[in-house]
């Protein structure tokens, strides 16, 4: 079985930082690329980063300059560090794996005016 799970969200004012992490079991990191997603009330799921084992990191242009992800294979975690915090990037984000579909139980971030 493959498990997902999203820790580090919370709630900051605005410019305020968070730091996301996400640690799988079942599966290893090197088995697939993994991705952050986020999904705000009355929007839809949106892809935020993602990190790719051939080509590297991308990023939403709504994130990009402010969000880092980076992994950790030792601890096979992903994390994602989110500076600048703007009340836009209220929602809950998702850990996913971009192979096989499994996906995180979510973790709330808010940030306020």
């Known amino acids: 079985e493959v498990t997902l799970v999203e820790s580090g969200g919370g709630s900051v004012q605005a410019g305020g930082s968070l730091r996301l992490s996400c640690v799988m079991s079942?599966?290893?990191?090197?088995?697939?690329?993994m991705s952050w997603y986020r999904q705000a009330p009355g929007n839809e799921c949106e892809l935020v980063s993602l990190?790719?084992?051939?080509?590297?990191?991308y990023y939403a242009d709504s994130v990009k300059g402010r969000f880092t992800i980076s992994q950790d294979n030792a601890n096979n975690s992903v994390y994602l560090q989110m500076d600048s915090l703007k009340p836009e990037d209220t929602a809950v984000y998702y850990c996913?794996?971009?192979?096989?579909?499994?996906w995180g139980q979510g973790t709330q971030v808010t940030v306020s005016s």
């Open positions: 996913a794996t971009a192979a096989y579909n499994y």
């Open positions: 990190i790719s084992r051939v080509t590297g990191a």
């Open positions: 079942g599966l290893t990191l090197d088995k697939s690329d």
